[in-house]
C-alpha cells in the first residue's frame, strides 16, 4: 500500500472498524479537495493515513496470515472498505469485487 498511503499507523479510536482514511495535519480535507476541484483550481497531492485497529478481527487474521497473496490482498481490501468508508470513490471496482470473492474462498 505504499504508493497509496503516506503511512500506516494503529488506532485506538476505532470499535468496529477494521480501518479509517485520515488527512495529515497540514493536508487538505476530501470536501475541501472536491470544491477546488469542482472550482478548477489545482489541488495538491497528498496520500491519506491508513489507520488500523489492531484489536478488529480482520486485522488480526491480517497479523497472522502466512500466506503472502492472501495477505496482500487482504491489506489491499482493509484500504478499498477504508476508502469507500470515507466516501473516495474506488479506483477499481471490479478488483475490489474479485479480492473480496478470493477471500471469501480461502
Known amino acids: ?3 497509496k498511503v503516506e503511512e500506516v499507523r494503529s ?15 497540514n493536508d487538505m480535507g476530501e ?10 483550481q489545482a489541488v495538491p497531492e497528498s496520500k491519506p493515513i491508513l489507520e488500523v485497529n489492531m484489536n478488529h478481527p480482520l486485522v488480526n487474521k491480517l ?5 503472502e497473496e492472501n495477505a496482500t490482498i487482504l491489506a489491499k481490501v482493509l484500504f478499498d472498505q ?6 473516495r470513490p474506488l479506483e477499481n471496482p471490479a478488483q ?3 479480492e473480496l470473492n478470493k477471500l471469501m474462498f480461502s
Open 11 to 25: 488506532t485506538t479510536r476505532l470499535t468496529d472498524s477494521p480501518a479509517c482514511l485520515v488527512v495529515g495535519d
Open 82 to 87: 477504508a476508502a469507500l468508508s470515507a466516501g
Open 31 to 40: 470536501q475541501m479537495r472536491k470544491i477546488m476541484e469542482a472550482a478548477g
Open 1 to 3: 500500500l505504499g504508493e
Open 96 to 98: 475490489f469485487v474479485q
Open 63 to 67: 497479523s497472522g496470515e502466512t500466506n
